[in-house]
């Protein structure tokens, strides 16, 4: 890594660790260059970004494109690895090819680019996923990750970008309409659990590859409501929810009304990142 590269990951890491995370990234040429002997590894370029995590591009000794991905959160990466695996059975995700510690060798997308998923496209990658079987003694459920979610982003709410547009009697509804979808759930999977755009991948012939899960168990809508509410502002909410229920054979009403609990997240993420207005307003009806 250049001095500006190693400078630039200590200014993103300290964000989300705090500053005693120095000492680890002073270290981390020195250890990509220990783990790149230890695995037989090729060095590249590093990925630009990363808010908890440094991937580097590599090649494995049989000249597999691979990704050496470094981050002080071990336990994290333990889990992440642990989640990875459980749903290789799907062919849907990259492959592990080495963990140990901070660190991780995984197979790399190609051609990996972010896809623009058709309807279809985006129902056959969830049919892929959802047809692993949970592991045994898994424990994290649908509802336990959305009471997370919502408790951390709801504390937010008090922003005055955000209050202006919306208030604690939106959020509670929110938040009673996904009580009400969970407490009704008849199928559940293993979920991706954070299947959004951003996290999946153009895996050319193998179709698409979804990155960075958050497994856990429930409703098999929950794998599609991102990619529905994406479409606000543009062909509409409604019709890539009917598009997506029909490929996939989801109840779409269902599909619809989980897009109503994803409406007001999304919200403050287009207000917090300078989301298109149309889109806002799209899913402001929607809450």
Known sequence: MTPDELRALTARLTLR????????????????????????????????????SLAIRCTTSDGTPGVLKLTPDAPFLATQVE????????GRVPRVFAHDGDAVVLEAVVPG???????EQWAGLMSALHSVEPPAGLERTLRGRLEE????????LTEP?????????????????CERLLDTQTTVVLLHGDLHPGNVLDGGARGLVAIDPKT????????????????????????RCRQVAAAYGLDPDRLFEWSRVNAPLYVIG???WGGPEQAIDELLTLV
């Open 83 to 90: 989640m990875l695996r459980s749903l290789a059975p799907s």
């Open 216 to 239: 856990c168990v429930g409703d098999p809508c929950f794998d599609a409501m991102d990619y529905v509410v994406e479409a606000a502002g543009a062909e509409g909410v409604g019709v």
């Open 17 to 52: 660790f705090g500053p005693e995370v120095a000492a680890w990234c002073a270290d981390v040429p020195a250890l990509a260059a220990r783990l790149a002997a230890r695995w037989d590894l090729t060095l590249g370029e590093p990925y630009d970004g990363g808010a908890s």
């Open 113 to 119: 680019t972010e896809a623009t998923p058709t309807p």
């Open 161 to 177: 970008k955000i209050a202006a547009h919306l208030d604690r009697a939106a959020w509670d509804r929110a938040i009673e309409r």
């Open 270 to 272: 287009h207000l917090t």
């Open 149 to 156: 979610a919502f408790a951390r982003i709801g504390r937010r």
